[in-house]
């Protein structure tokens, strides 16, 4: 069984960056497909980014395009998600999501197709 932790949450101000991070373990990290997902208050999931396995393609949601990266470091067996220019609309708890599949446009966009959950950290935007 795979396991992931995420970490990397916290307070901070409109137009500020955090960096979060999910480390995997117990399943070959390699040759999974990842993604962030978030949850605002009061709101359901909502996905925000994707890599495959191999962290040549990387995808996004219009509401954080240009603002968040997402890579990976295989050999580190963790995922990353750079976030600049942080909104308060940001706020949520945000976690990263594993997939044995390597997924379509449409299928990494549902939080159905995976498997694998990290426990989520909190990310406060906030002046």
């Known amino acids: 069984e795979m396991q992931l932790v995420d970490s990397g949450g916290g307070l901070v101000q409109p137009g500020g960056s955090l960096r979060l991070s999910c480390v995997a373990s117990g399943f070959p990290f390699s040759v999974v497909a990842m993604s962030w997902v978030r949850q605002a208050p009061g709101k359901g999931l909502e996905w925000v980014s994707h890599?495959?396995?191999?962290?040549?393609?990387?995808f996004y949601s219009d509401s954080v395009k240009g603002r968040f990266t997402i890579s990976r470091d295989n050999a580190k067996n963790t995922l990353y998600l750079q976030m600049n220019s942080l909104k308060p609309e940001d706020t949520a708890v945000y976690a990263c999501a594993a997939s044995i599949f390597q997924l379509t446009s449409a299928r990494m966009k549902e939080t159905r197709s995976y498997k694998y959950w990290g426990q989520g950290t909190q990310v406060t935007v906030s002046s």
């Open positions: 890599i495959n396995s191999g962290g040549s393609s990387t």
